[in-house]
């Protein structure tokens, strides 16, 4: 059974970045591909970024330029780097498998807010 944890969220300023970690706890972490999604009130999780396990990346049209996704393999790590944010990338943040397959952690809640 996989875990996901994710953190780093926060209030900020639009403009602003944030850098989102995901800790995943379990065995074969290194042969999936992962992925950042948010979910915004009354929608459903929606797949911003993700990482296979080669390191190819895929971005969404919506952040791409702005959030960098990365993995630390040895870690277990997953990251999401996010520049330039803007009042519409106010969501909480998860991280799952891409196409997801394990259960949902807690997200981290992310405000962009003067």
């Known amino acids: 059974q996989v875990q996901l944890v994710e953190s780093g969220g926060g209030l900020v300023q639009p403009g602003g970045s944030l850098r989102l970690s995901c800790a995943a706890s379990?065995?074969?972490?290194?042969?999936?591909?992962m992925g950042w999604y948010r979910q915004t009130p009354g929608k459903q999780h929606l797949l911003l970024a993700s990482?296979?396990?080669?390191?190819?990346?895929n971005y969404a049209d919506s952040v791409k330029g702005r959030f960098t996704i990365s993995r630390d393999t040895a870690k277990n790590t997953v990251y999401l780097q996010m520049n330039s944010l803007k009042p519409e990338d106010a969501a909480v943040y998860y991280c799952?498998?891409?196409?997801?397959?394990?259960?949902w952690g807690q997200g981290t809640q992310v405000t962009v807010s003067s």
């Open positions: 799952n498998e891409a196409p997801p397959q394990y259960t």
């Open positions: 379990g065995s074969a972490f290194s042969i999936y591909a």
């Open positions: 990482i296979t396990n080669t390191g190819r990346t």
